[in-house]
């Protein structure tokens, strides 16, 4: 019964996702969370968990490739002003969303991993609303769809359905509104483009241990800021010409005369400024760091810089799958978790494997010091023969200039820059994947002058695995079947999957049969030995003749892949910490004997 139903969500769940702000970078004052029990096709489910999840406690009948969310919400006393607007943002849903309030179309929208928001200012009534999203997700492959699969198996998992990420309300003033915020750092000073829906923005920058921040104030043009061909613009009201360059609210900050203390952010140290925006009406909350990422020359053999010093990413692959929830954690604070457990080993860098996460991942990852490659989710077919046994066996080389421009295409491109424009403010972020092992490459040359123009200031890995054409900021290597000494071109050499050793854990595995993976060890001993061999080979090795990183495989089981460092549900290390948290000092050593 219902009342049992919700008992037991109770139990489980708490209201941890219900009072997690959801966008860190932009935060204001105003928040109502609409998480909680919704209906799907008939049934209670807990949202913001995916009906495949056990945490969305859904137990309906089939849903088959149409989902009807519906709930009704007021909102609170004095929530909003006469003069405010209501906007109502979703994380994700996946795959087409149409969204009504009361009985009206307010919006649609196309594609599961990106979040978007609708003033439903005018379409809100007195007292009681109703809220539903029809959602289409036939796990059509036009769309990006991740490790998702109808029949899950090996590196494929079960699919996620309909909304998987928060929604929420925030109120918001009609004028003076401060609508977008891009942040570009360097190393000594920081560009700030703000835009607002006013005359006058101030800005404040401060920080921990810093008692006294540094203020700005700057008239400007109110307008939109957004991004067209690459160039940030104000589409100012009546203006003739919507492409003139964003001025007045763009503010170039050298720290030198802020009079605060200067601080580089780096994965030891991850130091994290304050900022404040302001206007007479509207006040938003965000933060930036002082970081930079780009390629060199040490000693005549490539390297990686971050802040411009040599460093080598030590990594692992991160799919972001959790048992209970699937797509998403029990509760926030589980992605620190998953952060500190890597670091404690000894890692650097997650690599986000075809997944975008919600903002509260990367948020832990800026505060952490843990550094980002993400990947851009694919689409298209994917072909096992072509695309993996092929290039195992030495076939690594092909074309992937096509004529023609699909749908499928368009909405790969789409989906590329709006990903970039989302994470741009997000420091942990370092680098891209934008096709990985040939899974729907087209045109990676072009794709590569596309994000480098939208967003100059990551590095690019245009192809990780094989299929290399001319232009990529590495040299990028899948190596799962034999430990090799590896040598860089011109570019930095980046070893961007390898390992991927399994041992069964019994009482810890999604199902009793299978396990993928490549290579087996039978305890936490011989699982230890084996990826000790494989940096010792392979890995270190190579970093005199230029390799940069290597990402393992991976953080954790999925699924039926038991190939992890940790089990499925995280409750047991599957490698002896000590040993493999040595690792890193021996990278450490082996990249500063390299430098001499």
């Known amino acids: 019964d219902e009342e049992g139903w919700e008992q037991k969500m109770s139990q489980i769940m708490g209201d941890c996702w219900h009072q997690e702000y959801p966008r860190p970078q932009f935060r204001r004052d105003s928040f109502f969370s609409l998480d909680g029990k919704w209906q799907l096709n008939g049934a209670p489910i807990h949202v913001p968990f995916a009906p495949e999840a056990k945490l969305s406690g859904y137990r309906g009948r089939e849903r088959g490739s149409r989902l009807s969310y519906r709930r009704y919400f007021r909102l609170p006393e004095g929530f909003a002003g006469e003069d405010d607007d209501i906007l109502l943002h979703f994380g994700a849903v996946d795959q087409r969303a149409r969204v009504r309030l009361n009985g009206r179309v307010i919006a649609k929208h196309e594609g599961g991993y990106l979040p978007f928001s609708i003033n439903i200012t005018r379409a809100l009534v007195p007292g009681e609303n109703q809220l539903c999203v029809d959602v289409i997700d036939s796990l059509s492959h036009a769309y990006p769809y991740g490790k998702q699969h109808r029949r899950p198996h090996g590196m494929w998992y079960t699919p996620v359905s309909g909304i998987w990420q928060s929604v929420w309300i925030e109120a918001v003033p009609r004028k003076g509104r401060i609508q977008e915020l891009r942040i570009t750092p360097s190393l000594d000073q920081v560009e700030i483009l703000a835009a607002a829906d006013s005359e006058e923005l101030t800005i404040a920058i401060g920080g921990e241990g810093i008692e006294k921040p540094f203020v700005m104030t700057a008239a400007g043009l109110p307008g939109l800021l957004h991004m067209r061909e690459g160039r940030t613009c104000l589409e100012a009201p009546g203006c003739e010409d919507p492409d003139i360059p964003m001025v007045g609210q763009r503010f170039r900050i050298r720290m030198e005369d ?24 509207d006040q938003v909350e965000s933060y930036f760091a002082l970081r930079t990422i780009d390629t060199g020359v040490k000693n005549g053999k490539p390297v990686l810089l971050l802040n411009g010093e040599p460093i080598f990413l030590h990594g692992v692959l991160d799919q972001g799958y959790f048992l209970d929830g699937h797509y998403l954690p029990e509760e926030p604070a589980e992605y620190r978790r998953d952060i500190c457990r890597m670091k404690s080993l000894g890692f650097n860098c997650l690599r986000k494997h075809i997944k975008i996460e919600p903002e509260v991942f990367y948020y832990a990852c800026d505060r952490e010091g843990m550094l980002v490659i993400q990947d851009m989710v694919q689409n298209g077919g994917y072909s096992w023969i072509l695309d993996t046994a092929l290039p195992n066996l030495g076939f690594q080389k092909r074309s992937d200039h096509r004529p023609g421009w699909t749908k499928r295409r368009m909405i790969f491109v789409q989906h590329m820059k709006d990903t970039l424009e989302h994470l741009y403010n997000h420091p942990c972020i370092v680098i ?13 040359d072009r794709m590569y002058r596309i994000c480098r123009k939208l967003d100059g200031t990551r590095l690019y890995n245009s192809t990780s695995g094989w299929f290399a054409q001319k232009e990529s900021n590495f040299d990028s290597v899948h190596a799962y079947f034999r430990n090799r000494k590896l040598t860089a071109g011109t570019r930095p050499l980046l070893i961007s999957e390898c390992g991927g050793y399994v041992r069964k854990i019994e ?9 993928y993976g490549y290579g087996t060890a039978k305890s936490r001993e011989e699982l230890t030995r084996r990826i000790e061999a494989l940096y010792e080979e392979m ?24 190939n992890g460092l940790y089990t499925y549900d995280r409750k047991v290390c599957k490698v002896e910490k000590e040993r493999i948290r040595a690792i890193a000092e021996r990278i450490h050593m082996t990249r500063k004997q390299s430098e001499r």
């Open 258 to 281: 802020t009079g605060l203390p200067l601080h580089h952010w780096t994965p030891e140290h991850p130091y994290l400024y304050t900022l404040t925006l302001e206007t007479a009406t």
């Open 432 to 444: 891209y994947t934008i096709f990985n092992e040939g899974w729907g490459q087209f045109d990676s």
């Open 507 to 515: 009482g810890h595995l999604w199902k009793s049969y299978g396990g």
């Open 539 to 562: 890995v270190l090795p190579s970093i005199a003749d230029g390799a940069c990183g290597c990402i393992y495989t991976q953080l954790s089981d999925v699924e039926g892949e038991i």
